[in-house]
Structure formats: C-alpha cells, structure tokens
C-alpha cells in the first residue's frame, strides 16, 4: 500500500502549524515571557496592570505540544503504511521536532521552577514592578527589557530594600540551571525566525543526504513525498512572510540523475 496524498497533506499541514508557533506566533517561546514568569512567580509585577506570564507560556507549551503531538501522529500513520519511506521522513522533519521539543523542555523548567518560588519566596519582590518590555523610553523585546537586566540596573534600589537583586535567589542553587535553558530561548521574533531558518537548512541537507544514499526506488518514493510536503506547505503556508523551500530542484535533479534542463 502507498502513503497517500491525504496523509502527506496532514503532515505538511501539521508541520506548518509548528512552523507558525516556533517562529514566535505566540509570546511564550521569547526569553522575556520566560523570565517575567519567574518574577511574578515570587511577587513582582510586569506593567502597570500587571500579566500573567505563565499562563502564556503554558498556553504557548500546549499549542506547541499539540501540533508536534499531530506531525508525530502523521510520521507514525506513514510508518505503518511504508516502513522505510516512514523512517526516511521521521529523519527528515527531526530538526524541526528537537527544536519544538527543546521548547517544551524550557517550558516546563519554567513552570516548574515557577512552582517552587511560588511556594518558597511568594513575596520576595512584592512591590517591585518593573517595565513591560524594558524601563523608560526604550521599549521591545531586547535584552535590557529582560527581567534579569532591568533587576541588575536596579541592584543599588533593590539592596536598600533588603531584596537581593538576582532573578533566582542564591537560596535555591537547584533553580539556577533553568536561567541557563532559558538563554537558549529566541530573544525576539528575528531570533526565532532565525532558529527555525537553521532547522529547516538542517532538513534540506538530510534530504539531499538522505536521496544520495537511497536506492533508485527509494529516491523516487522520497522525493514523490517531499514534494507533495513541499506543494502543501507553499499552499496552505502563505500565513508564513517567507516561503518554504526543502528541496533544491537543481541538486535533487542532479542526485536523480534527471538533466537540469533550466540551465
């Protein structure tokens, strides 16, 4: 039995939809929703109205969860059909999962954590709020909006407070790590538009990879479901500003063995 272009097609539109979260569709993939969680977890407030951080981080976690969840689904219904097409697939969109898997991680570290200061030290910063998006005229997703750097421009007015002026208090060395998951988070839209740009490059080059070592059936079978991947997603993608390109028509032409006849 062959995969069918409805199973592709759900693939293709699974991966979009993970595609749309991981390039920054919703807030809670940014460093800043990250940290600013942390914060309100022991107290401290974002903005005059304050916000619930968390809650957006969470909500981001499970849209991902969700949409990973169904391009796994998918990988695993092309698996049962064709095994071996199945496997070269799953190998194909593996970057994309570990970098919506790395998200899931982060979030939970976060959550966690959150969940221990919230028990620990609820009201460490009570009464500090800080900006949202940074203090002063200076507003985005940049690195002195980060929690951790408006804490340290105000060191000098958190000590005369008696607040020690760190985001993760010295007191809970066990929750020092998840700052460092968090650096491995997108600052802003570009970053992540940047993360995924290097999955989908990863991807590419397994494809091409991939058809190299691939027997002349193999080949014709792989390159038959990525492109029917690749049309989905140049349909059902234009929601995305730049478009999806896995395949490089010159080189799978060359691996093929096809005359490149735009030359």
Do not use: C, W
Request: no cysteine; net charge positive.
């Amino acid at each position: 039995m062959n995969v069918n272009e409805e199973l592709l097609l759900e693939l293709a539109q699974s991966l979009l939809e993970v595609f749309r979260v991981s390039r920054g569709a919703l807030h809670g993939v940014f460093q800043g929703s990250h940290e600013a969680a942390l914060f309100e977890a022991q107290g401290g407030v974002i903005g005059p109205g304050g916000f619930n951080h968390l809650g957006s981080v969470l909500q981001t976690a499970q849209a991902i969860e969700t949409r990973r969840d169904a391009a796994i689904l998918a990988l695993n219904r092309i698996q049962g059909i064709e095994p071996a097409l199945g496997v070269r697939v799953r190998a194909l969109v593996e970057p994309v999962l570990r970098l919506s898997g790395d998200y899931l991680r982060i979030a939970r570290e976060t959550g966690n954590a959150a969940d221990v200061l919230r028990q620990t030290d609820p009201i460490r910063f009570q009464g500090v709020v800080l900006g949202q998006g940074g203090l002063g005229p200076e507003i985005g997703r940049t690195q002195a909006a980060l929690v951790t750097n408006q804490i340290n421009a105000m060191s000098a007015q958190l000590t005369a407070r008696g607040i020690e002026p760190r985001l993760i208090p010295s007191s809970q060395p066990a929750l020092q790590s998840v700052i460092t998951s968090i650096r491995q988070l997108p600052l802003d839209g570009r970053e992540a538009v940047a993360k995924l740009a290097g999955a989908l490059s990863s991807m590419r080059l397994l494809f091409s990879q991939s058809l190299a070592r691939a027997s002349l059936i193999g080949r014709a079978r792989l390159t038959a479901a990525i492109l029917s991947i690749e049309g989905a997603l140049v349909e059902i993608g234009s929601r995305l500003t730049t478009p999806i390109i896995l395949i490089n028509g010159s080189e799978m032409r060359r691996l093929m063995g096809i005359p490149d006849i735009s030359s």
